[in-house]
């Protein structure tokens, strides 16, 4: 799915979060919003997953207005930066929730919804753990069954907070390749918000990076690399 | 290792045994003076002219009034008060709006407002020679000396227990399961079903039983708006002291042993669950 950013601006009170930014994401990229924090990427992706309403401006999903769709309406698939996955709940339970609070005319037969988490888990690579909790889980583990859990929706697109940043380095290395590999087999649109540049650098097609609320470039990352538009992009990423 | 020198090593949050033992004794000591002791004197006197004086004084009518009018006082109050609480809680620990601060403080009145003003506040409010009151009165429903008031003082006594235990543990949980559990599809009231009751239901046991305590215990209040009337609007509590003042202390004494027993069933119950679900706890505390 293609997506539209037009102009938009969120203001918190009277500091402004985003001073109005437009970004065209093409269908299938993956995309990584790279910045310190408080540049506002975090705000933007918590706008286009529908967790946040923007001040101004607008949202396209494939050219259709989506500023006025609710969190559930947009079907995103958004991974939380601490996973926020349901303590309470079995991995199992965790990746099904989504398609247990589709209505009932929507709702997949059980053994269909069961089908498709063992799927999931196959995707993972963590096909046996469909009966722990996440407190049982590592951290990488329960990043992966946060990915699960957010593929389980068949959504339009690919939300990412910090995937990699509750982990340590080794964990971490592994799994950009895994995020890669699921979003070359699933061809998701694909945006991934970072601090880290080597991890934007390495994994994005595309990278937008943004400070005190505005995109300083976009570009692929050679670009970027060869042509820092301003000083600030080539402090941040020679860093 | 076996040259290692004979130094005894205790960790470092750990008291020499002289110190532990002068504060478990000095615990133990208190604990016997305020609770121990006055808790075998209740039964002690309650049976002090045998089983069958205490039971013949339980048998009395008004006593089985108190206690089915305490029952039906924790009954309806402590439900309402599960439902206000989590509602109160839920609005302060998820949502940000202006006056968050005052409405917490006004949740926390209670506890520092004597119960005999709350008890007063509803008499002005609600008794026969106000304008709602005597309305009230009129059709039929009064709230002053009657169940209603009752119920009313109760609520306004136990109403911070249940939202104070929810609001640090809604907290510390924060709002990122509730927003996962949106963007994957679910409604309002699903994702509180699903998610956030089942992550606040220990913290919310508790305070239903401190709150239910609490109601069944409470005297201050109902005793300004229930006019004390025997067998009609004697609680517990209200009718252990009448029969006190009428030097009536097997009497007494069994009705306060079974509103102390009424709470080791609270506390009993609250242990079973806590043993019983040792692992749910464990893994809803830490994540």
């Not at chain 1, 340590?168 to 061809?187: F, M, S």
Request: charge should be neutral.
């Amino acid at each position: 799915m293609q997506i539209e950013i037009d102009e938009i601006s969120k203001t918190f009170g009277v500091t402004a979060a985003l001073t109005p930014v437009s970004l065209s994401i093409p269908s299938g990229a993956l995309v990584a919003l790279l910045g310190p924090s408080g540049s506002g990427k975090t705000t933007l992706l918590r706008i286009l997953g529908g967790l946040e309403f923007a001040t101004s401006g607008r949202v396209l999903f494939d050219g259709q207005d989506a500023t006025g769709l609710t969190v559930q309406e947009r079907r995103a698939g958004f991974v939380f930066q601490s996973y926020a996955l349901f303590r309470h709940m079995t991995v199992f339970d965790n990746i099904a929730y989504g398609l247990n609070a589709r209505p009932r005319a929507q709702r997949p037969p059980k053994a269909e919804i069961a089908r498709r988490v063992t799927k999931l888990l196959d995707l993972i690579q963590l096909p046996d753990i469909g009966s722990r909790f996440p407190s049982q889980l590592s951290g990488g583990q329960r990043q992966r069954v946060a990915l699960a859990r957010a593929l389980a929706i068949e959504p339009r697109m690919l939300l990412l907070d910090e995937p990699f940043g509750a982990l340590d380095a080794k964990v971490r290395k592994e799994l950009r390749q895994g995020l890669r590999d699921i979003h070359d087999t699933t061809g998701l649109t694909t945006v991934f918000v970072t601090h880290d540049q080597d991890e934007a650098m390495e994994l994005a097609d595309l990278v937008v990076v943004m400070s005190m609320g505005k995109i300083e470039q976009i570009g692929r990352p050679q670009d970027i690399r060869a042509k820092p538009a301003s000083a600030f992009v080539k402090d941040f990423i020679g860093g | 290792m076996s040259d290692t020198p004979n130094i005894r090593f205790r960790p470092v949050t750990t008291e020499p045994a002289l110190v532990q033992g002068l504060v478990i004794s000095g615990v133990i000591a208190v604990l016997a003076v305020l609770l121990f002791a006055p808790l075998i004197a209740v039964f002690y006197e309650a049976l002090s002219k045998g089983w069958f004086a205490a039971v013949a004084s339980l048998a009395d009518k008004e006593s089985l009034a108190a206690i089915r009018l305490t029952l039906t006082v924790a009954l309806v109050s402590v439900p309402l008060n599960a439902v206000f609480g989590v509602a109160a809680a839920w609005l302060i620990t998820k949502y940000d709006f202006r006056g968050k601060a005052f409405l917490i403080t006004l949740i926390d009145l209670p506890f520092s407002v004597s119960p005999v003003v709350a008890g007063l506040c509803i008499v002005l409010t609600f008794g026969a020679n106000t304008v709602v009151g005597g309305w009230l009165v009129d059709a039929g429903y009064p709230i002053v000396f009657a169940l209603p008031g009752i119920i009313l003082a109760s609520m306004f006594v136990t109403f911070p227990f249940v939202a104070r235990e929810l609001i640090p543990v809604m907290i510390e949980q924060g709002r990122a399961e509730e927003e996962a559990a949106l963007t994957l599809g679910a409604s309002g009231w699903r994702v509180f079903f699903t998610v956030t009751l089942p992550n606040i239901r220990w913290a919310l046991l508790y305070g239903v039983l401190l709150c239910n305590a609490r109601a069944m215990g409470e005297f201050g209040a109902v005793a300004v708006v229930s006019g004390k009337i025997r067998g009609q609007t004697a609680t517990m509590p209200i009718t252990i002291e009448m029969l006190y003042n009428e030097y009536l202390s097997v009497a007494a004494f069994t009705l306060a042993g079974v509103l102390a027993l009424l709470a080791f069933v609270t506390l009993g119950l609250k242990t079973f669950l806590e043993i019983r679900h040792a692992d749910a706890l464990a893994a809803t505390r830490r994540h």
